[in-house]
């Protein structure tokens, strides 16, 4: 069976770099079809493979009320089949031609992609194309389809604490905003997903105006918008496709704590999560100081929460920050701290507040971003090494509202982030009455909150 | 100008009694017309006037996100006119009738009604009927009306840092319900409210299969049945009108806490909510249970709260419990406690707890029981002589998805309730990983979250 991935994407406290992103050098061609599907190409003629993508710029978050999990159900279940195509015959066939396909989901958007040999694009196109607007589902399947996602959600959520934990928080982060339902689904409403909420949100959200077209590798952009041209262009744009609508936050006023016992849980933790804007179209500065924030607070050993938390005081075995601005809406800020033995989390947290108050007393230290961004420019050079990585970046940063251009600033621009700004980001964000703090313990563990 | 009440139900802490039901002895008949829409007729005939009212099963939490208040917005705008009305001429003839109207909304329903003579009855039936299909709204009525809502919300919520308190403490509460979203709605969404988005809650929600119509007063209830036939029965049942469709709630796992600073805060409280069940058709047992359990804890002077934290040490200097058990789905228990000088909230609070950890080891006090439920019964025969709420608690119980029967049955049941009962259904609510606890205080108070 296919193995494909599901992108929890906020929810992971130690996410992969947010920072390897393409380039001004990178060699990327756009095009925009005249049905208003987006293109990308990226060029990377060192291994005779292409990477094919298409985004939809439909996400969990774009789900209406009541169907949660609907997303991410219908990725599911555009591998069953078109007129032309029975079901699991389009990985079949990608794998008959010794590639290999997947798809994911986000809060922002649903993608999916193939890797093969570059003389195999047309193909893949044409596939793609099919099922953007010849899905064909049957009861049958989506009943069948419908445990496969549930079972999903049991091994990814109902067996891990951590994950439940980070639901709870979320639902209590977000007052208004969709980002606080789970991609995955509330499994209550999960439960009753069927075929007409999956053809809903097909015709809702998926058509070429509201596709991103990304080709990474061995391909020459003329041929790739001919071939878009051919397969995609040929889709009419449909009108009944709309720009998302999403709702937005009120004034959050009051700072909220939970906490949450599990029995399975050995390790308990504490995690604040704040409130934080996100990258913005031509404004990302804010969200490059705060990414640059969340390296030196948190990122690796010689880490300011590291350094106060771990080897001076001991207090804690683990703590990161983290940050995630690659979104369309509002996103999170988050301080993870982890005790050390015989420290409760009351103290792992006060110990927390203390160290970065503390650090917004002292400043930034001038050599330590100095590193960050030397680090930063050599992760860029290896990064754009992975195409697929790359590919997925300007999908990514495209579906969540960002443009090539935002993309290609972005390293000069976290370069570029001053002491002075990742202080003033600090002192803005770092608002109690817009966090969450959550406490995860076992069911008998000590807790004073 | 109209002065129409906006009921914010479960964000009042002193909330008025809700056991003033009806009951058996009442003289109450009901039919059902062909469209659908339901009737009671409750007679009365001491004095020659009546109460006429319209119910519809849309509330705020029926409304579709992003549009928040347009529930209350509509019931606003259903004043404008219709073909033959012009802008406020409703109320006009109302008054030149000599009588008095009102409209209301809630979580649950929006209702409209009249107090006038009762030989003016089917004049308000004609007019009613008129505005349930034939409204019509200009865009700058729209506008103008909302800047009304508006400054309504600027009166209600923001110039109070208690109903700022409440919207915050709801959204903590529920964590995918619509509950957890003001009656009023978020200003930000109020603000974009237009004339597209109250035609659209009108279309899906105005029609006599979604109404329940609530006459009172010195009528024949077979001549009340030929009216509403001759004036609603014409109008035909709107398929487009679907049964209502609300989000549930996932298991909830983690306790809550929120604290909200304002500097406009001179008395700083504690008030903790549980998710709690509703009253459900056919089976209201629990619920009244849980009514005697919030009179029991902190219902007056000889309450277990005030009893044990303000008379006996001083530690508050006014304690309530609440709960509200009219409702479509899961409701909130809460308790409250406003510490007395030189006492911290968290003192406060943790008196509060150990109260009620106390009253559920001793048991109900027999006596004090006893006492209650007198004075209940001796309510409902007061309230009876109310025919104004006879009628208001009759349309909102059935706008709650009771029926006739539950409401007729309740004051036995309430009656009914045994000490074990409570203190079963206090062990059952009391689970602190479906509560939130909010802390309101002044800017510069000492609070220990």
Redesign the interface.
Known sequence: MLHRAFTLVAAMVCAAPVWAEGSASDQVTTFTLDNGMEAVVIEDHRAPAVVHMVWYRAGSADE???V?GIAHFLEHLMFKGTDTLGPGEFSQIVAANGGTDNAFTSYDYTGYFQRVAADRLELMMQMEADRMVNLRLTEDEVLTEREVILEERNQRVENDPGS??S???R??LY??H?Y??PIIG????MEKLDLQDALDFYAANYAPNNAILVVAGDVDPAEVEQLAQKHYGVIPADPAVLPR????E?????????????PRVAQPYVIRTYLAPERDPGAQEKAAALTMLAEVLGGGQTSVLNRKLQFETNTVVYTSAFYTGTALDDTGFGLVAVPADGVTLQEAEDAMDKAVAEFIEEGVDAEQLERIKFQIRAQQIYARDEVDRLARRYGGALASGLTVEDVQAWPDILQSVTEEQIIAVAKEIFD??KSVT?WLMGAEQEGT?
Chains 1, 2 share one sequence.
Do not use: C, I
């Open positions: 209406p009320a009541g949660s439940l934990f639901e709870q928080r639902a209590a007052m208004n969709r606080g339902v509330w499994r209550h409403e609508q999403r709702t937005q009120p004034p959050q006023l009051s700072e909220r704590r939970l906490v949450m016992r599990d109690r009455r959550g909150l």
